[in-house]
C-alpha cells in the first residue's frame, strides 16, 4: 500500500485526470455513469476504474489517517 500521500497525489493529477482536454477524463466517465451508463462496455467500466483507483486510494489514506488521529485523541475510560 502506497504511503506516502505526495506520490498519491501524483498519481492523481496524472493517471487520475489523463486526458486533460476537453475535460478530465474521469470527470466525463462520472458524468457518463450518472447519465445512466448508456452504452457503456466492458472496456469503459475498467477504464473507470483505471482511472478512478488512484482516488479511491487517496480517500482512504485520509480516512485512515483520521481515524487514527481520532483514536489517539479520544479520551480513554
Not at 30 to 38: E, K, P
Not at 65 to 75: D, E, R, S, V
Request: a positive charge; hydrophobic letters at 50%; charged letters at 15%.
Amino acid at each position: 500500500m502506497l504511503r506516502d500521500w505526495k506520490m498519491l497525489l501524483f498519481l492523481c493529477l496524472t493517471l487520475g485526470l489523463a486526458p486533460y482536454f476537453p475535460e478530465p477524463h474521469i470527470v466525463g466517465k462520472i458524468r457518463w455513469i450518472a447519465g445512466g451508463a448508456v452504452g457503456m462496455k466492458p472496456i469503459d467500466w475498467f477504464d473507470t476504474a483505471l482511472h478512478g483507483l488512484p482516488w479511491l486510494l487517496l480517500l482512504f489514506y485520509f480516512i485512515r489517517k483520521a481515524y487514527n488521529y481520532l483514536m489517539q485523541h479520544t479520551p480513554k475510560k
